[in-house]
Structures are given as structure tokens and as C-alpha cells.
């Protein structure tokens, strides 16, 4: 690969690109450990809003992937980061199951919004609480702006919907932390000591993860599995580095022409 | 040469109309207070030989209720003067033959009686207050995005009201929700609408050059006003912020103490 260095870690989505529900892509294990064997560093990424790092990890290893906690990054984790950097003191609009992944922040006396899926606290009262704290200068953010999701009983809003209304609101933007925007895919890289231009990310959403990943710097490989649709490898510009059937075709075009 | 800047314009003009909230009287418990010498101002204004009317974004009570209130604090209107956006939906619905779902405030709700809600087929929003829950947005949004042409209203677009107890979101933020969630431009009915002004120049019979409107809202009366080509006149009351005379893009024709003030320099430069 002219012009780039040799690999040093690759970001793996989950939801989608390992696992579709509670199925693995058919040899992905396998193609996870072979990966494992050379000289990468792995990282699973994922926008979440609710699932704890230990809720993901305990399903994937259920599926007999081989992984640890700390190497799950995901859109709480980023807003964790970016809490612990501001020393802000969050009001979390998040989900019981999604707060442990804030234990130990300081939230006396909040002087910051982070608004995850909570349709529990999106309620007038605690919207307009959250309201009055960004019209006092507190900053507003979004762990994701999706507008909406499916959910048993139908589609369900989604957090996008109540930051738009936040923003017009105060007349602010909010700071959006998960997929795709360039500092989720920095953050994921770096405990690891290496730059984008040395990172490669898999996943199956053209925009959120190859996208995102390709715009800050790394090179990106579209599966066809998951939530992957006919020609999306063509919404995005520049186009995937790679698109490819599945996972396991992802590692063997990674083993065999960029390490 | 006819003066059309403020306050000469006043000579000119056959008609005056009045935001209330901020402008007659301040929200808050109870009824809310009168602003001192509104009651008066109104009283100067129906005695003279202008055409007066009110203009409300008002949605959590009928037009009823709400002016019944104002009678209580000491005003002198009548419910054939005052223009609020739910009789002006009702009307835009009907005429279109929509069958809404409503999320709107209980106290609003009877102005609706007369229309047809069965399998909605366009959604209305007002100022719920409460009545924002998940939800009920949740369901709104189910309904629009389950149309094949979702068709959303919202009464008024405000950001925020004040109250004794604080700011209060207002509709404008949930209607952004919805029209971020299902990719679309809500068709907003009540100030600043240029349709919603046009209803009231028309109950007078008036060209807009000929009506000035007076209000506390810089973007909804002043500039809505504005744009549909009548005067717009701030007055320092309500939730008037200095920051208001400085504004990107709306400029008042004139900014004034209070409507007292106001109604003084309009009925002197008619030599009254």
C-alpha cells in the first residue's frame, strides 16, 4: 500500500459484522482467532446507547468469540472519555443498564447533559431540566443522533430526535461522540499508540462505520452481512477501501495484503 | 410624501393588533397579573377610530377560557376579537378535509369537538406542556411515520416560555423532534405565519401597510408581522431581551417601554 504504513490495529463493529442478534457470521470465531495470531491490535467498536461493555462482552463470548472487556469500545465509553478529559459532572439521560459505564463519574452538581436512549427521563420534566442546565451554559452530548429504532412493538424515537429539539432550543450544537464522527475512531485507537493511517475498520454500515472510519484517516471494509443493503458501498465517497461478503473475507484480504 | 417609519406611520394606519401574553398581562399563578396600564391602553384604543384585534399563540386553553381570563384581570376584549392558532387549524383542517391526531394540552382539546379523528391522516401539535411524554410523542411520530405523505402542523414554533417557575419548553422543540425524525418541514399555523396575520387583516378588512402589530416576541409578532408587510413594534415587556434590538436578521420598526407607551405615541401622532 503506497503511501500508507504498515498495520498495526483493526476495529471490529459487533452487531451486524460478527454477530446478527444472537447468531454468529458463520466462521467468525475462527477468522477472529486467525487474526488474533498476527501482529495486530483488535478493537471492537459499537454505537450503543443502553448496553453496558460487560452486556456486550457476555454475549459475545455466549457465541464463543474470544475477547476481553477492555478492548470493547463503544459510544458510552467515548462520552466517558470525553467527560473524564472536560472533568465535566454529567446529568446522564441514559438507560439504567448503560450506567455502569459511567461509574465514578462525579455527578453532584452537574454542569453538563449527555444524552443517551432514555425514553424513561425524555419526559417534559426532565427535558426541560437538562434545558435550563445547557441555557446556563452547560454543553450538550449526544452519545448518538439516530432518529429512530425498531423495537418489538413497533419503531421507537430514537435520542436524535429530543438533541435536535435541545439544540433549537438553546441555540447550540450538541457534540455527537459515537460513529461516525472522526473522534469516536481517535479515541478507539488511542490506548493503542497508533495513528489512523495504521488502522483499518470493518463493519456493516457503508456510512457509520466505513465512512467515518475512511474520514478520519483509516482505511474501511464494508461487509455484506447485518443491516448491509444492495449498493451501499456506493453512498459514500471515496468508496469502501474493500467490500466483501463477510467477516471472515475481511481478515483474509487484512492477512494476505496489508500486513 | 406619507411617513412610513415609526412613529409617523401611525398616522396612516386603520388598524392595530396586540400579542397578549407579555404584552396585556404576564403569565404566571393563577391568572397572571395585568402589565401595568394595558388595561388602559386597550380602553384608548377601542375608544379611537382604529380597528383593534388580538393575536395569540396561546394553545393550552380554548379561546373562551383564555379570554374569560383576561376579562377577570380587567381587560375589555370579547372572544370575536382575538385570533389563536387552534380555530385556525380547525378551519385549514377541515377545509382540507385532515382527520388529526392531536398531541396537544387538555385545556385545548374542545376547540377540536367538531372535527373528525378517526384514523388520522395528519398529526397537530400545540404547546402539551405535560403532556410531552415519550409516549405520547412517540405515538405521534408512529402516526406520521405510518403515512405515506406524513403531514405534521405545529401551532406556533416557539422555543421557550416563562413562568413564575421558570423557563418552559415550548412546541417549537418537539416539532423539531418530529420533523428531524421523520425527515420533514412542519406547516406552521399561528404566529409567525404570514397566513395567520392574513386571517386577522382580513377580519378588518385591512391591506397590511394599513395595520401595525404590537408584541413582545422579536422573531413571531415583530417579524412574522413584518414579513407579511405590515409594521412590527417591540415593547420591553414580556420576554423582550436587550439583546432583541441588536438581532441578526429582525429589525423592529420601533422598540417602546410598554403598549401604554406605545398606544400614547400612536394617538399622538393622530392628534388625539
Redesign the interface.
Given at each position: 500500500m503506497a503511501g500508507r504504513r504498515a498495520l498495526k490495529a483493526v476495529l471490529i463493529d459487533l452487531s451486524g459484522t460478527l454477530h446478527i442478534e444472537d447468531t454468529a457470521v458463520p466462521g467468525a470465531q475462527d477468522a477472529l482467532n486467525r487474526l488474533r495470531q498476527a501482529s495486530v491490535a483488535v478493537k471492537f467498536v459499537t454505537n450503543t446507547t443502553k448496553e453496558s461493555k460487560r452486556n456486550l462482552l457476555e454475549r459475545l463470548q455466549r457465541l464463543n468469540f474470544d475477547l476481553q472487556e477492555k478492548e470493547i469500545f463503544t459510544s458510552l465509553s467515548a462520552a466517558r472519555s470525553l467527560l473524564e478529559q472536560k472533568q465535566h459532572r454529567p446529568l446522564l439521560l441514559v438507560e439504567d443498564s448503560a450506567l455502569e459505564d459511567f461509574t465514578g463519574i462525579n455527578t453532584s452538581e452537574p454542569n453538563a447533559v449527555v444524552v443517551g436512549l432514555a425514553?424513561?427521563h425524555?419526559?417534559?420534566?426532565t427535558?426541560?431540566k437538562a434545558?435550563?442546565m445547557i441555557?446556563d451554559g452547560a454543553p450538550l452530548i449526544a452519545i448518538h443522533k439516530a432518529?429512530?429504532y425498531k423495537r418489538k412493538d413497533?419503531?421507537?424515537?430514537?435520542p436524535?430526535?429530543?438533541v435536535?429539539?435541545?439544540?433549537?432550543?438553546?441555540?447550540c450544537k450538541a457534540t455527537v461522540v459515537g460513529k461516525p464522527e472522526k473522534t469516536f475512531f481517535t479515541q478507539a485507537l488511542s490506548d493503542l499508540g497508533c495513528s489512523p493511517s495504521e488502522a483499518v475498520m470493518i463493519g456493516d454500515d457503508a456510512r457509520d462505520d466505513v465512512g467515518g472510519a475512511q474520514n478520519a484517516g483509516m482505511l474501511g471494509i464494508l461487509v455484506r452481512t447485518g443491516k448491509y443493503r444492495e449498493g451501499d458501498e456506493s453512498k459514500i465517497n471515496p468508496p469502501p477501501h474493500l467490500t466483501c461478503d463477510s467477516f471472515p473475507d475481511a481478515v483474509e484480504h487484512i492477512l494476505t495484503n496489508l500486513l | 410624501m406619507a411617513d412610513t417609519g415609526w412613529p409617523g406611520c401611525a398616522k396612516s394606519l386603520k388598524g392595530v393588533v396586540l400579542d397578549m401574553c407579555g404584552v396585556l398581562y404576564d403569565s404566571g399563578e393563577g391568572d397572571g397579573v395585568a402589565i401595568p396600564g394595558s388595561i388602559e391602553a386597550v380602553e384608548k384604543l377601542k375608544a379611537s377610530d382604529l380597528q383593534l384585534r388580538f393575536c395569540t399563540n396561546e394553545t393550552q386553553a380554548t379561546r373562551e377560557k383564555f379570554v374569560a381570563k383576561l376579562q377577570r384581570l380587567g381587560f375589555d376584549i370579547s372572544v370575536s376579537e382575538v385570533f389563536s392558532p387552534a380555530p385556525a387549524a380547525v378551519a385549514v383542517l377541515k377545509e382540507k378535509g385532515l382527520r388529526p391526531h392531536l398531541l396537544v394540552y387538555d385545556g385545548v382539546l374542545p376547540e377540536f369537538d367538531s372535527v373528525d379523528k378517526t384514523d388520522p391522516n395528519c398529526v397537530v401539535i400545540g404547546d402539551a406542556a405535560e403532556n410531552f411524554s415519550y409516549q405520547n410523542v412517540n405515538e405521534a411520530f408512529r402516526v406520521l411515520i405510518g403515512l405515506e405523505k406524513p403531514l405534521l402542523f405545529s401551532l406556533g414554533q416557539g422555543r421557550y416560555y416563562k413562568e413564575t417557575d421558570g423557563l418552559k419548553l415550548d412546541v417549537g422543540v418537539y416539532m423539531k423532534a418530529l420533523e428531524y425524525a421523520c425527515d420533514l418541514e412542519a406547516e406552521v399555523i399561528g404566529k409567525p405565519s404570514s397566513m395567520f396575520f392574513q386571517s386577522v387583516l382580513n377580519d378588518m378588512g385591512l391591506h397590511p401597510h394599513e395595520a401595525l402589530m404590537i408584541g413582545d416576541d422579536l422573531v413571531n409578532d415583530v417579524g412574522g408581522a413584518q414579513r407579511c408587510g405590515m409594521k412590527g413594534v417591540q415593547v420591553r415587556t414580556g420576554k423582550y431581551r436587550p439583546t432583541d434590538e441588536r438581532h441578526p436578521t429582525v429589525t423592529a420598526d420601533g422598540t417602546v417601554d410598554n403598549l401604554a407607551q406605545s398606544v400614547d405615541v400612536i394617538l399622538n401622532q393622530r392628534g388625539h
Open positions: 425514553p424513561d425524555f419526559n417534559y420534566q427535558l426541560n434545558f435550563r441555557l432518529r429512530y413497533g419503531l421507537a424515537l430514537g436524535g430526535p429530543f435536535t429539539g435541545l439544540e433549537y432550543a438553546t441555540d | -
